[in-house]
């Protein structure tokens, strides 16, 4: 621990724990982090288990494969598996490290734990920066989701807990024009599950628990995933935060534009907000909420009031921490208590992802879900 320091950020925000080499030494490449990360797993354990995340800065990680093999010494059990929206690429020479996302960079990504629509979330994950943005934005924000809980309006997180939610997610066969026209569909189905077959597909929907799921006469496929709305967290059973209900409502885009323009000041968000408000009222009324690319509500099917989205959202901005990458930087999440997203950018940006084994959600366990 000695060639190493362990702080806070500069205006003491506990989120994330940061860990640097110590100035004087040989002590900043990508073996000497595999080796300390290897030697010293339990003190890393113990202070995810405090802080909930950690950033690895001022260590020289430049490769993909670098990144992975500092995972593995944590994490062995990485997993290749990925059902979530956003398109992302396996970074070549690497069995375990992907794009953190595809999506143009222009895309707001808002706060989520990641696949937390899903029975079997990722219990960790592991973000690491190859090439910082240079523009305004871009950061990988994070959030503490226990907070968020705690922070809510009593009466509305008391509806969310008695009612869960219920996410539908519609794919076209493969990314095309659909695509293009309507800004929530991201991804064909094809590549989501990687096969073209649909009685694969439909072997491992019946497998997951609370999935339901239907096609359309163009060969659309139609996901339906209904969950609590919390979770405890496995280890400490504090409440948590535990769904994607202001992420995959339709009104997240044109939220999440105006937020983004306060907060940065840059015109063409604000422009952005105010098309994305008309382009919701537009497919909403040709197309009705189960008609886009994806829309949640309750679990009893129900409508969530946008003031409820918007009260979600202002606690979660309000606890939003704003890191800017720096080349090297290795970042680990526990995914079932810090949430992240991204914030639009312009430009080159190349921050690559791993994660950890699925992980049953409590819920799912007592309910007998795999």
């Not at 609590?228 to 534009?257: L, R, Y």
């Not at 105006?258 to 098309?275: A, D, E, N, P, Q």
């Not at 382009?279 to 189960?290: D, S, Y």
């Amino acid at each position: 621990q000695n060639m190493v320091d362990i702080s806070f950020r500069e205006d003491g925000e506990t989120l994330p724990l940061i860990i640097r080499p110590r100035s004087g030494g040989n002590n900043t490449s990508a073996d000497f982090l595999r080796e300390w990360v290897r030697d010293n797993k339990k003190l890393v354990e113990r202070k995810m288990l405090e802080h909930g995340a950690i950033l690895f800065r001022g260590f020289s990680v430049t490769k993909g494969i670098e990144f992975q093999e500092i995972v593995q010494e944590y994490e062995p059990d990485l997993s290749q598996e990925y059902r979530g929206t956003s398109p992302r690429k396996l970074i070549p020479g690497t069995q375990y490290v992907f794009t953190a996302s595809e999506l143009p960079p222009s895309y707001p990504i808002p706060q989520h734990l990641e696949m937390s629509f899903l029975p079997a979330p990722p219990r960790q994950l592991f973000f690491c920066c190859l090439d910082p943005p240079t523009s305004p934005g871009g950061e990988t924000c994070l959030c503490d989701f226990k907070k968020v809980y705690n922070q809510m309006d009593p009466m509305i997180r008391k509806e969310f807990e008695d009612k869960g939610t219920m996410v539908f997610r519609n794919y076209v066969q493969k990314k095309g024009k659909e695509l293009l026209s309507d800004p929530t569909m991201m991804k064909g189905w094809q590549d989501v599950f990687n096969t073209k077959d649909k009685e694969v597909v439909e072997a491992e929907l019946r497998s997951t628990a609370g999935a339901e799921f239907s096609w359309k006469k163009d060969d659309s496929l139609r996901i339906i995933n209904k969950g609590k709305a919390i979770e405890p967290h496995p280890v400490t059973g504090d409440k948590i935060w535990f769904n994607h209900c202001q992420v995959f409502h339709w009104s997240m885009f044109a939220s999440e534009f105006y937020r983004i323009y306060k907060r940065l000041g840059i015109f063409k968000y604000y422009l952005l907000s105010w098309v994305y408000w008309l382009l919701k009222h537009i497919f909403f009324t040709f197309r009705g909420p189960m008609g886009v690319g994806f829309h949640t509500c309750f679990g009893d099917g129900s409508e969530i009031p946008e003031s409820y989205l918007e009260h979600i959202r202002d606690v979660m901005w309000k606890n939003m921490v704003f890191n800017r990458w720096q080349l090297g930087d290795v970042l680990l999440i526990d995914n079932y208590w810090i949430s992240h997203g991204r914030q639009p950018y312009d430009g080159k940006r190349l921050i690559v992802v791993s994660w950890s084994k699925p992980f049953v959600r409590p819920s799912f366990q007592k309910s007998g879900g795999h």
